[in-house]
């Protein structure tokens, strides 16, 4: 089964979604389950994992009721009060939505860039593992040497890292992104999402060249063992149509094997986030 590692839906709404910006105007409306159902079609894709827009409990449990009468909707990212010190009870009442299998924190928001260390936010990200609960990691390039430093306190616990740590694209900056993702992935309980890539470029003007040497560097550090296909649908659409980023991640993984194409379009996903495929 291919699966999209890495979507949104929401309800759109100017306050709360105030990142939607001027430049991003063509996306400031509803995305919902029958909007992704039309648009994957052509591509072959059959499964999905949802992923938290908003940080709130409601959207958690919004996204959870969608999965429920979606059946292509195989898993949700959530979010939830990780700080908080009843978070245990929340995810016990959580853990009964089967289609729960992560939580995310918008870290790459955070003022403080040390936020992903915090004391109270670590010892809830230590109870997921109770849950066999995966987090995933949003931050910027910037972010990514405390993150290291988060990774090394839960070697138990499963990551994944978003949109490959949002480097700099649109300047052309490698460095020190490629050499702190290198150092990331030397964790074997990491994995990496090659998705959100076209934002981080121009939207009007980046190439598939120009996004070559990030790609690379991710499946050269992580392996076809530890990287799967995401979308960012719809945030996508604001630089590259969803049919035509399918295709550039094909031409990215085309001298690989067959198998390790399909572990890169469905399977590592499916392992990760203990997703219920046929």
Avoid at 5 to 14: F, G, L
Avoid at 24 to 32: E, G, H, Q, V, W
Avoid at 112 to 127: C, H, K, M, Q, Y
Avoid at 237 to 253: H, K, N, P, S, T
């Amino acid at each position: 089964m291919q699966i999209d590692s890495h979507h949104h839906y929401w309800h759109y709404d100017p306050v709360e979604y105030d990142w939607i910006d001027d430049a991003m105007a063509s996306i400031r409306r509803d995305f919902l389950p029958s909007d992704l159902a039309e648009t994957i079609a052509p591509t072959g894709i059959e499964g999905v994992v949802s992923v938290q827009a908003r940080q709130s409990l409601e959207e958690t449990n919004w996204l959870l009721s969608l999965a429920a009468d979606n059946e292509f909707m195989l898993g949700v990212v959530g979010w939830v009060p990780l700080a908080d010190p009843d978070i245990r009870a929340t995810l016990a009442t959580l853990a009964n939505h089967r289609k729960l299998k992560a939580i995310r924190h918008v870290v790459q928001g955070e003022p403080d860039p040390e936020f992903i260390l915090g004391d109270a936010f670590n010892r809830g990200v230590s109870t997921l593992a109770e849950f066999d609960l995966t987090y995933d990691i949003l931050i910027t390039e910037g972010q990514l040497r405390p993150s290291i430093r988060f990774v090394d306190r839960h070697p138990e616990q499963r990551f994944v890292l978003d949109h490959i740590a949002k480097p700099v694209i649109r300047d052309n900056l490698v460095d020190p992104w490629q050499n702190n993702i290198r150092e990331l992935a030397r964790r074997e309980n990491v994995w990496c999402k090659l998705s959100g890539m076209v934002t981080e470029a121009d939207y009007s003007s980046w190439t598939v060249d120009q996004l070559r040497p990030y790609a690379e560097t991710v499946l050269e550090a992580f392996g076809p063992e530890r990287v799967m296909f995401g979308s960012d649908w719809p945030v996508c659409l604001v630089a590259c149509a969803y049919g035509r980023w399918y295709d550039i991640v094909q031409e990215f993984i085309s001298s690989l094997s067959a198998s390790e194409q399909e572990r890169i379009m469905g399977h590592n996903a499916a392992t990760v986030y203990r997703l219920e495929v046929g």
